[in-house]
């Protein structure tokens, strides 16, 4: 089975989010990066499982710039037997789609992974994107997933309940929380990893279909008001006439 | 401009989301002197097909003839409508079926989209859009540069807004070829409890509830607000609670009128998924557990002292409103 794992860069979960240049540009200054959590903890680990279970080649793609290849040696430590950047910055959820469905049109996969979605952009939109562009199926939001000869069954979260779907391999599934358990690289893999190949491509594509034109932080909260513990009905007093929230 | 509004069938209803949706795509359509349409599919009670029709657009086109958990066929569904009604912007909830149809559409379109938007989009000059990024923490304006464009709204981000006007619900079953996934069953998870996305009012709680024995008094407190129940990553990952109440940076976005966090320490990645809460209250032992620098109000005291005094004190509230 080949099995092809969309990993996204991302801040660490702690990092302070500021601006600069005018508030046009996120500020990278003194920011860890990690992998994106969902593209690591999930489809990375879950595509290991699979390739584990019925052999195979585990390869992982990024779109970005060479400030990528730290993430994706991680990735690759972590167990990932190959690497493909693709050297263009992400400018928009499209651009990034639209590459990687480039590539995996001469690069057939059986399996496509991608994360829910990137926590710093939140979109949940590249999975889908890459599986409209090559026309194969989708499903977004796998809590688990299985593989059966050519058949992918998963298991996804909806509104009051779970669905069982099956789809047809080649697909594109984006895998969410449940689908694997997080694996720390050990010393062994993080030293294979720097010989494992991390091939470096050509953009195809340079078209973006939106253009991010600045950012804003919320207002500051004011201070908390503090409510004595011997007096809770005054705190709903003040929910009520104050902050009109019940 | 037009605008097509895709109302989600969730289990034979049409939910908060999608009325907010169409409350949303009624307005642009009015301000920029176009039409609204709505297209919604499968199966639907009558309230859920009244309810849309409430909202301000006079047209809802429904498609029975759907499988309507599949991916291709909801997409082409929303192409046909979009040749049908000449629409230049499609808004979807950003809810579990609109989130995962919107990228489809918009790359078979080629139609620039906007994912999470929580504002209305700037009309004048550029088409930009306001929207949730960096979990929460930041708000990014977005330009389309596309003449078809594509909004995703973050459930809560804006009030529905009822009028007093008629619909026509038109028949619409356009060609949607087979399907591209097998629904093979859908768990009820008994459902009835309220949707945490867009629940008003939710209660939350955290490590500080000690066991999972515990949670009565957090969902009577929740059944007496009417509110919906929540809880912080480690609680839903040592199994106390279901993985789908996880609030926050790994789980899910919220942003609820009302936020009680209770035994929840504030880190964070929690704090990302619920800082959109318009007020916040934390209930917590320790006065310099960081969600106190996020809350409108705070008490400093044992949940399990103070939990029960505001079971008692919601009751009483009830009970002078009534
Ligand atoms: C990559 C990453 C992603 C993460 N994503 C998420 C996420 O999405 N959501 C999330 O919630 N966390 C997330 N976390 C975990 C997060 O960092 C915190 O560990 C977690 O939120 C803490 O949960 P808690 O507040 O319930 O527990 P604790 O931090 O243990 O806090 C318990 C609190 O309860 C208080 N307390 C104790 N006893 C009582 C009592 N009797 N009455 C009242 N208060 C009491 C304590 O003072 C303390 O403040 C993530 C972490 C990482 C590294
Ligand atoms: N620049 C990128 N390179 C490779 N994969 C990406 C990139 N950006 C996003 N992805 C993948 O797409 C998923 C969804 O991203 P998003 O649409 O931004 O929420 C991520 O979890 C990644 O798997």
């Not at chain 1, 995996?104 to 979605?117: A, M, R, Y």
């Not at chain 1, 594509?205 to 004011?222: N, Q, R, Y």
């Not at chain 2, 989130?99 to 504002?119: C, F, N, Q, T, Y």
């Not at chain 2, 087979?178 to 867009?198: D, H, M, R, W, Y």
């Amino acid at each position: 089975m080949n099995i092809l794992v969309c990993v996204s860069k991302a801040p660490d979960t702690t990092s302070k989010i500021t601006f600069k240049d005018n508030d046009t540009k996120f500020n990278e200054n003194g920011v860890q990066f990690i992998v994106n959590p969902y593209d690591e903890w999930y489809a990375l680990v879950r595509a290991l499982e699979l390739k584990e279970a019925n052999g195979g080649k585990v390869t992982i793609i990024s779109v970005g710039s060479a400030d990528y290849e730290p993430i994706m040696r991680k990735a690759l430590a972590i167990g990932a037997d190959e690497a493909v950047r693709i050297d263009s910055p992400a400018s928009d959820a499209y651009q990034v789609a639209a590459e990687i469905a480039n590539y995996v049109s001469s690069n057939p996969f059986d399996l496509v992974l991608t994360g829910k979605e990137t926590i710093n952009y939140n979109g949940s939109q590249v999975g889908g994107m890459i599986a409209a562009i090559v026309d194969v199926p989708y499903t977004s939001n796998a809590a688990k997933l299985d593989v059966n000869g050519s058949t992918a069954t998963v298991e996804r979260d909806k509104q009051g309940g779970v669905e069982i779907l099956e789809l047809a391999l080649p697909a594109v599934i984006s895998a969410a929380k449940g689908m694997a358990e997080q694996r720390i690289p050990n010393m062994r893999g993080i030293m294979a990893a720097r010989s494992k190949p991390l091939n470096v491509i050509p953009a195809t594509v340079t078209d973006s279909l939106t253009e991010t034109i600045s950012f804003s932080l919320p207002p500051a909260k004011g201070d908390v008001k503090l409510v004595d513990s011997e007096n809770i009905k005054e705190l709903i007093n003040l929910l009520h006439n104050e902050a009109k929230a019940i | 401009m037009n605008v097509l509004v895709f109302a989600e069938n969730d289990n034979g209803k049409v939910a908060k989301a999608s009325f907010e949706a169409a409350t949303y795509g009624a307005k642009i359509a009015a301000s920029s002197g176009g039409e609204a349409s709505i297209i919604t599919y499968g199966y639907l009670d009558a309230a859920s097909l009244n309810g849309l029709a409430s909202y301000g657009i006079p047209k809802i086109l429904h498609c029975t003839d759907v499988s309507d958990l599949d991916p291709s066929q909801l997409t082409k569904l929303t192409i046909a409508a979009v040749e049908e009604t000449n629409a230049e912007l499609i808004v979807f909830p950003h809810d579990y079926t609109g989130k995962s149809i919107a990228p489809l559409v918009s790359a078979k379109m080629k139609a620039g989209m906007v994912a999470g938007a929580i504002d209305y989009p700037e009309l004048s000059g550029d088409f930009t859009v306001k929207t949730n990024v960096f979990s929460g923490k930041a708000f990014a304006q977005v330009k389309i540069k596309t003449d078809k464009k594509i909004i995703t709204l973050i459930p809560n981000a804006i009030s529905k807004v009822k009028v007093d006007a008629a619909a026509e619900t038109i028949a619409f079953s356009p060609d949607l070829g087979a399907p591209s996934v097998t629904v093979k069953e859908f768990k009820s998870e008994g459902g009835e409890g309220i949707n945490l996305t867009e629940a008003e009012l939710v209660v939350s709680a955290g490590r500080g509830l000690k066991g999972p024995e515990n949670w009565g008094m957090i969902e009577e407190l929740a059944n007496e607000l009417g509110a919906a129940t929540a809880c912080s990553r480690p609680v839903s990952d040592i199994g106390w609670r279901p993985h789908h109440e996880h609030v926050g940076q790994t789980g899910i976005a919220i942003r609820p009128n009302l936020y009680i966090a209770i035994g929840i320490s504030g880190a964070i990645q929690h704090l990302a998924g619920v800082n959109g809460s318009k007020v916040i209250v934390v209930i917590n032992t320790d006065k310099e557990a960081p969600f106190f620098k996020a809350a409108d109000y705070g008490v400093v005291g044992d949940a399990f002292e103070v939990v029960p005094k505001m079971i008692e004190a919601v009751k009483a509230f009830k009970a002078g409103q009534a």
